[in-house]
């Protein structure tokens, strides 16, 4: 079986071999193009399959009892096609049929084309039309352009290499689960990472569209949703994997899209997605221009959703050019045209007129929208008014690859109270950096979802900002006028530097070795005067007392004990997988659960536990519980599959098999828990090389050194450069040759002896070496097919919980060490006081005034 990760990694590899130097914005329409019309191929031969036969036959076979079928009942299988899938592509313009003259040697790009535009007339009379109507047009995939080749030739040939890198893909089965899906998703991410600012046009990244699913899907009642600037349609595919099957099935899909190869991509993306064509509207247009989707019995109210989630353009030039006014339905609530100049109240606007009255709207914008006058703040100040405005998100900087501004997330409803406070978060300062951009990371995501839903404040990150404040800062929504950084700095003492002493204050600040081990801490310390302490053993000795005190390593193994028993409730649940669909919900409960855990230890940051479970599904689970699903957990784990390395380099570059790997169990580690003395063996041999390595290095630079026995001796056994320079290792031949003309009795000769005697211990260590691990490698590919249930178990928990309990007891003691370190800095900071300073200065300024007397100046 191939997993999704395998899936995307094949692909974006072969994007990255096959499009050379052609813009990443471009390429991915011809690649995703082509992509899709493999899957819509795959459907129709698979709804012939289903509507003719039963039979389990070849994909060859099947190809031509559908051209035999077609030829027989052409019009009456035609129809039977369009009612099963609202469209249908005919034999001879199967993606099977471009492969086969491929290998035939008879392909021309004319056919490819033909294709194309059969399938765009064939659609015509399909009641889906809108859902598939020229979503190969030449606007989009033009087959001509030169960017692909600059004759025909060189055309054909890149074209046939992108059609033959789909070739072995059923992206009916694949298309279970949402691997086809994800697949697609991950492509579209991926150029959008590549396509520098043009990535705005097409993509919101995943971080981002997580906060703002998340919170819709968690606050609303969701049976439909729209996306008034749905791009490639990623954050509509967001909301929906977080809800429930059931509501996946009903929910109906809306969005607007005005550049047109974009649009294009959104409609696909959605499609493979498992989402059914008369459950999506998708419009090519221009959201700003003309309000839509109107409902003409109601012309003034337009059509409402449960859900708004949008990621518009930013501060848009010119957004009025069709010349709309303040009387326009959607603007009316803010008594004021947004100014020409900007854009980003029109789209908020717009999206907040189409929200039903128990919704929610999530839209990322520009933080210029929380505190810009004029016109935008009497369109805010009308928001605030109304109280629609639910919650402000600021986000860090330089998330999107297209802009590298801070952004907030913006949540809006319709139902709220006029006394409710507006949630303001500030999640700025919580990223990782990963290359040139900055991340959320899954903690990250979840701190802001949960700070949402449950509205609390916490000093620094979150604050209920109620209408009187609102007010006294004239409606102004700039997050540092109501979160105050924390400063992790703590304020120099001017007495502690002048007489010495660590102040009390930051004693007391020390909570939880305070509230963990007082005593110890107590008995550390000796005053020196009031309020004025000095730390009387060394740190590292408290240290040691603290983190052994039986007071945290009770909690350490109170905690060990509940991870364990939630380790083995979710083993069962995960080896027992049989089906795609109970992955994610798995994935769900167990991130939920590892909270709850952590959440009755005090001192523990549950979000860095949260991230350790995340890590685990990321790394390997979500990889691993797909296999599991396709057959089952033993047969999995006993399943060997060839493994395929990458050979060479450029247009030599290849992939070739290197033996057999277990689906599931890596082959390091079955060689290190169930062949540990072989590996020891090896790892002993080689720790031997390293040394004869060492000795031969030292005879090298030896040699080198002029005037010295190794020089005389060894110098000319030294391979040299073309300019005659000696390099870093012997000449073995050189070597041989010096033994024979070197008199027996000499130094020279013990020294060449001892060198060819090194070389010889080295090449013969290798040797073994070599054939051992080959020998080993074979055990352990033999040894996959015979592994015990007993054995699995034990490899497969030391490859997915194997340091999960160390790393969350960890969490035990991270804020004790911290503070630990904080005292340090204190003990350091308050050790030298003024007075011993000026006292050491005195006594250097006499050092220095002895030394100058006992100068004698000659003349």
């Known amino acids: 079986m191939i997993t999704s990760e395998e899936i995307k990694s094949r692909l974006w590899d072969g994007a990255n071999e096959l499009r050379g130097s052609m813009d990443a914005s471009r390429y991915k329409d011809f690649m995703l193009g082509l992509m899709f019309y493999k899957f819509l191929s795959d459907k129709t031969l698979s709804a012939f399959k289903i509507l003719t036969t039963k039979d389990d036959i070849t994909e060859s076979d099947l190809v031509a009892k559908y051209h035999q079928s077609m030829a027989d009942r052409g019009a009456q299988l035609e129809t039977m096609l369009q009612n099963t899938l609202g469209y249908y592509v005919l034999p001879k313009y199967l993606y099977q049929t471009w492969i086969e003259d491929i290998n035939k040697g008879k392909f021309e790009v004319q056919n490819v084309i033909d294709s194309l535009n059969y399938f765009e007339r064939s659609i015509v009379n399909s009641k889906d039309v809108d859902d598939f109507k020229d979503l190969f047009s030449p606007s989009t995939l033009d087959l001509t352009d030169t960017a692909l080749g600059s004759n025909l030739h060189e055309r054909s040939k890149n074209i046939k290499a992108l059609i033959l890198l ?195 709207m999530t839209i990322v914008l520009p933080h210029g929208i929380l505190f810009r006058g004029a016109a935008e703040g009497e369109i805010r100040k009308r928001l605030l008014e109304k109280n629609y405005i639910d919650a402000v998100i600021g986000l860090p900087s330089n998330l ?105 204050q930051n004693i007391d600040q020390l909570a939880v070795i305070r509230a963990t081990t007082p005593d110890l801490l107590q008995a550390a310390l000796e005053p020196i005067r009031p309020q004025y302490l000095t730390l009387k053993e060394d740190i590292s000795e408290l240290s040691t007392k603290i983190l052994n005190d039986a007071r945290v390593t009770q909690q350490s193994a109170q905690l060990a004990k509940q991870t364990q028993a939630y380790i083995e409730r979710y083993w069962s649940q995960i080896i027992a997988i049989n089906n795609p669909d109970q992955i994610h919900p798995l994935m769900e409960a167990m991130l939920n659960d590892i909270k709850s855990l952590l959440a009755s230890f005090n001192y523990i940051d549950i979000y860095d536990g949260y991230q350790i479970i995340a890590e685990i599904w990321q790394n390997s689970l979500l990889h691993d519980t797909e296999i599991i699903a396709a057959t089952d957990f033993y047969t999995a784990a006993r399943n060997r599959i060839p493994n395929m390395v990458s050979k060479g380099s450029g247009a030599k570059k290849r992939l070739e098999q290197d033996g057999f790997v277990s689906s599931l169990i ?116 033999e040894r996959i097919l015979i592994l015990t249930d007993e054995e699995i178990d034990t490899l497969m928990y030391k490859k997915w919980f194997g340091n999960t309990i160390a790393l969350l007891c960890e969490l035990i003691e991270k804020p004790i060490k911290a503070e630990l370190k904080i005292l340090q800095m204190l003990n350091e900071r308050y050790q030298d006081t003024l007075t011993s300073i000026d006292k050491e200065i005195e006594q250097l300024e006499a050092e220095l005034q002895a030394m100058m007397q006992d100068l004698v100046v000659t003349q």
């Open 666 to 781: 890596p082959s390091e580690l079955i060689a290190t828990e169930l062949y540990a003395d072989e590996l020891a063996n090896i790892d002993h041999k080689k720790q031997q090389i390293q040394t004869l390595e060492s000795e031969l290095a030292d005879l090298v630079e030896a040699a080198k050194v002029e005037d010295s026995i190794e020089y005389d001796a060894l110098y000319d056994s030294l391979k040299k450069n073309d300019d005659d320079e000696p390099l870093d290792t012997f000449d073995n031949k050189k070597l041989k040759q010096e033994l024979k003309t070197t008199p027996n009795d000499s130094e020279c000769y013990s020294l060449l002896k001892k060198v060819d005697k090194l070389i010889s211990q080295k090449s013969a260590l290798s040797k073994q070496v070599k054939t051992e691990e080959l020998a080993l490698k074979e055990a352990v590919q």
């Open 400 to 504: 999107f690859t297209n802009t590298g501004i801070p952004v907030v997330i913006l949540v809006l409803k319709k139902n709220r109270q006029l006394t409710d406070p507006v949630l303001i978060i500030d999640a700025s300062n919580t990223f990782i950096k990963v290359g040139k951009q900055n991340v959320l990371q899954e903690k990250d995501i979840a701190k802001i979802v949960d700070t949402y839903v449950s509205r609390q404040e916490q000093a620094g990150y979150s604050h209920l900002a109620n209408r009187q404040e609102i007010i006294a800062n004239e409606y102004n929504l700039n997050i540092p006028r109501y979160i105050e950084a924390i400063d992790d700095d703590i304020a120099h003492d001017v007495e502690g530097h002048l007489l010495g002493g660590i102040p009390q």
């Open 166 to 360: 789909f070739a072995d893909l059923n992206m009916v089965a694949l298309q279970k689960g949402d691997v086809l899906g994800d697949a697609y998703e991950y492509l579209i991410g991926q150029f959008a990472m590549e396509s520098g600012k043009k990535a705005g046009e097409f993509y919101t990244p995943r971080q981002v569209s997580e906060v703002m699913a998340q919170i819709a899907a968690k606050t609303s009642n969701i049976r439909s949703i729209y996306d008034p600037t749905v791009g490639s349609g990623s954050l509509l595919l967001t909301v929906k994997k977080h809800l429930t099957k059931e509501v996946q099935q009903s929910l109906t899909y809306y969005g607007q899209e005005k550049n047109t190869a974009t649009y294009n991509l959104a409609r696909m993306n959605l499609l493979l997605h498992e989402v059914k064509p008369n459950k999506m509207t998708i419009k090519n247009g221009d959201t700003l221009a003309h309000d839509w989707p109107e409902d003409p019995a109601h012309p003034n109210e337009g059509v409402q959703f449960d859900a708004v989630v949008m990621n518009p353009p930013y501060s848009v030039k010119n957004w009025n050019r069709a010349g709309l006014k303040v009387s326009d339905p959607r603007f009316e609530i803010a008594g004021v045209l947004p100014p020409d100049s900007k854009g980003d109240f029109a789209f908020l606007l717009h999206g907040l007129f189409h929200l039903g009255q128990s919704g929610t």
